[in-house]
């Protein structure tokens, strides 16, 4: 994991990344919410007086929203009370076009965020998902930056593989955030560090379908509980209830998956990182929220170094295995066995013994 993982989760967040990503996918779980990402990408945007149209799907725009912000800025399109066959809502035709007329009503480098596409793929059907977002799209990179278009989706929404094709949009940025003591379970089960590598990424895609961070979090184990916010602080019953060593992360904040795919250089277009965001929503290193190489000390141990006579104090043996000074140097002036020191290519070396074999 690079130092400068945390300024490129800022630059998302900011919206200030070199080049502009039109298109914004913020994925969460059924035990981790990405909302409060959702929610500070909004008013970050807001801050820096961008104009704002909020398609409310599933939470009120109040919930969306931050306490103070310049009204003249947002624009709201809500669905929270419109239900299919129920409210008399128009079809999928109609509703289409009043996003978009909404849209095109407002100046350019409008920031779109819709919080629950998943939910319009099902009320209505995943081909008109699916046509929201690439008419969207297609308005969006008409305009200059900062206007872009952001998404909140389950992990489990049957419409997300459609949503991250590079036909449908080729750049795209894919926000996705783990709960600290995930991370800390993961690198110790797999003695891998917590750091944006391909092993401990595709460690974390596996555990994800394979559906590992639930089954935990209902099971509460590893230190790991179901959090709908994660930015508000655990009651201090349930953080001092586990014994895990990782159970004070989890009111620690999210550790924030960042994947950053550029519209050309195919494999090699595509950028990894993980970030840290705080209960105060400060955008700050992973190692500030957890150990980065938990195994690097014993489990339980207070500080880093961790020496052997500690080890065997905490096993409780008998015994110490920890070499002395004196043996380390014996140790270092004996020559490594089957040492090759010579140079040339190696060959192998076969006599045929068959003439030597006796005719019966």
């Known amino acids: 994991m690079g130092d400068g993982d945390s300024s490129v989760l800022e630059s998302i967040l900011a919206g200030t990344a070199v080049p502009h990503q039109p298109y914004v996918i913020v994925t969460e779980g059924s035990t981790f919410s990405g909302l409060p ?59 289409l076009k009043r996003i978009l007329d909404t849209y095109t009503s407002l100046p350019s480098g409008t920031q779109v965020f819709i919080d629950a596409l998943d939910l319009l793929a099902e009320d209505y059907n995943p081909s008109f998902a699916i046509r929201l977002v690439r008419s969207l799209l297609q308005s969006i990179k008409s305009s200059k930056a900062p206007s872009r278009l952001t998404l909140l989706v389950p992990c489990t929404s049957t419409v997300l593989s459609q949503l991250l094709t590079p036909t449908l949009s080729p750049s795209l940025v894919l926000l996705h955030p783990l709960h600290p003591a995930l991370a800390v379970h993961l690198s110790q089960s797999y003695l891998t560090p917590i750091e944006a590598s391909p092993r401990f990424w595709q460690i974390i895609e596996t555990a994800k379908r394979r559906g590992i961070p639930e089954q935990l979090a209902y099971e509460g184990e590893e230190g790991i509980e179901v959090i709908g916010d994660w930015t508000l ?20 904040g999210a550790i924030i998956q960042v994947l950053i795919r550029k519209p050309t250089g195919g494999v090699k277009g595509i950028a990894r990182a993980l970030g840290g965001i705080t209960p105060d929503r400060a955008v700050v290193e992973v190692s500030d929220i957890v150990e980065v190489n938990p195994l690097a000390r014993p489990r339980g141990a207070p500080g880093g170094g961790g020496g052997g006579t500690d080890v065997h104090a905490e096993l409780e043996l008998p015994f110490n295995l920890s070499l002395t000074d004196e043996q380390r140097r014996r140790r270092a002036e004996v020559e490594v066995p089957y040492a090759h020191e010579g140079e040339g290519a190696a060959e192998v070396l076969w006599d045929d013994e068959g003439e030597d074999d006796e005719e019966i």
């Open 37 to 95: 990402i959702f929610r500070q990408l909004i008013t970050r945007g807001l801050k820096r007086s961008l104009s704002t149209l909020i398609v409310s799907v599933l939470q009120p725009p109040s919930q969306l929203l931050p306490q103070a912000y310049d009204d003249r800025k947002v624009s709201l399109v809500d669905l929270t009370s419109s239900v299919p066959g129920y409210s008399g809502e128009q079809d999928s035709s109609a509703l």
């Open 233 to 252: 602080p655990l009651p201090s019953s349930s953080s001092s209830s586990s014994s895990s060593p990782a159970s004070s992360s989890s009111s620690n």
